[in-house]
């Protein structure tokens, strides 16, 4: 059975900091792309970063460039963002998500956890 279970979300202020966990089962953890998603309701999920099976040059958005960084330890089926300089607009659910790249439909998600940055 396939879970992504996510974790670290919470309320900081603005500029400063959380890391996010997301711990994997049931699929081959390192053969696969990971990504964090973040959704504000009302709006579309957008991907946040994405680092594939060999670890080597992540992907970010624009907005989070900079500030957030994300890691891999297949030793441990976890992926992580750590985000620094945390603003207000960073606030939304945080996604996990896993995907084969040589196999479109296997493609997973988290339940997500929130984020909120606010004074």
């Known amino acids: 059975q396939v879970q992504l279970v996510e974790s670290g979300g919470g309320l900081v202020q603005p500029g400063g900091s959380l890391r996010l966990s997301c711990a994997a089962s049931?699929?081959?953890?390192?053969?696969?792309?990971l990504s964090w998603y973040r959704q504000v309701l009302g709006k579309e999920r957008e991907l946040v970063a994405a680092?594939?099976?060999?670890?080597?040059?992540?992907n970010y958005a624009d907005s989070v460039k900079g500030r957030f960084t994300i890691s891999r330890d297949n030793a441990k089926n976890t992926v992580y963002l750590q985000m620094s300089s945390l603003k207000p607009e960073d606030t939304a659910m945080y996604y996990c998500?896993?995907?084969?790249?040589?196999?479109?439909?296997?493609?997973?998600w988290g339940q997500g956890t929130q984020v909120t940055v606010s004074s």
């Open positions: 680092i594939t099976s060999a670890g080597s040059s992540p």
């Open positions: 049931g699929f081959t953890f390192s053969s696969y792309t």
């Open positions: 998500n896993a995907r084969d790249p040589l196999r479109w439909y296997r493609n997973y």
